[in-house]
């Protein structure tokens, strides 16, 4: 099973609505359970998907050295994509995490499921919580 944060799903399949007929392509990484504020009711350790990074973060450094700073260390071990063309699957062509979201028109509730990276269904919890706040360091 893989838990994701209610608001974060709906912002993914907003996000693969005003896309398409384009596809999206999005990395996705977790908060363990017990960094939330609320009791969830999960082991301390059970991530849940709660943040994305847009594909242009971390860009100009890999296109110079080859090396993905976009991605914090240790994180995106999940992947959010859409197939506009309505294949609610793991494509040949997607980019493989541990875990792919994948959504399809009209991107409701409904349009999204979740896989292992050989395209394995994967039960999805969606869990009405807000993730710990972050800040960078001063």
Known sequence: ????????????????????????????????AGEFETDLGLDPETPVVTHFTLPSVGGSVSSVFGVDLGTPAGEGGARFVSHPDGFLGVSRTDDLAGVVFVAVPPYDEDSVAAFDRSGDGVELAVVDAVPPTESVPE
């Open 1 to 32: 099973m893989i838990y994701v944060t209610r608001d974060l799903l709906t912002v993914l399949r907003e996000r693969a609505a005003s896309e398409d007929p384009d596809e999206v392509n999005l990395r996705l990484s977790a908060t363990p």
